[in-house]
Nanobody, 129 residues
Framework: EVQLQASGGGMVQAGGSLRLSCAAS????????IGWFRQAPGKEREGISY????????YYADSVKGRFTISSDNAKNTVYLQMNSLKPEDTAVYYC??????????????????????WGQGTQVTVSS
């Protein structure tokens, strides 16, 4: 069973930065996808970014492209989301997600929350104006 432990949320002023971490374990397959969704109050879940372990491909939502960077430290089995130039509209609960066995990613997968079968607990990010 895939287990995901997210951390690093907090409060920051607009223009500031935060780094989220997700410690992952329990993958059955060598290939998988891992990334981040977020959900703001009253809004649907939104895919932010993910990467595939098979080739390190990364995908970003247009809303965060150029501001957020996803990366991984395989030795620590940890995925990071560096968030820069934060805006009040980035305020949300951020979830680490994964899909075991996913070899090839596509940008469209970020629009399908159900494509990711494993979800960690959320971490709150609040950006004040």
């Amino acid at each position: 069973e895939v287990q995901l432990q997210a951390s690093g949320g907090g409060m920051v002023q607009a223009g500031g930065s935060l780094r989220l971490s997700c410690a992952a374990s329990g993958f059955t397959f060598d290939d998988y996808a891992i990334g981040w969704f977020r959900q703001a109050p009253g809004k649907e879940r939104e895919g932010i970014s993910y990467m595939t372990s098979s080739d390190g491909s990364t995908y970003y939502a247009d809303s965060v492209k150029g501001r957020f960077t996803i990366s991984s430290d395989n030795a620590k089995n940890t995925v990071y989301l560096q968030m820069n130039s934060l805006k009040p509209e980035d305020t949300a609960v951020y979830y680490c997600v994964a899909e075991d066995g996913l070899v090839t990613g596509t940008p469209s997968l970020m629009r399908v929350a159900a494509a990711f079968g494993s979800w960690g607990q959320g971490t709150q990010v609040t950006v004040s104006s």
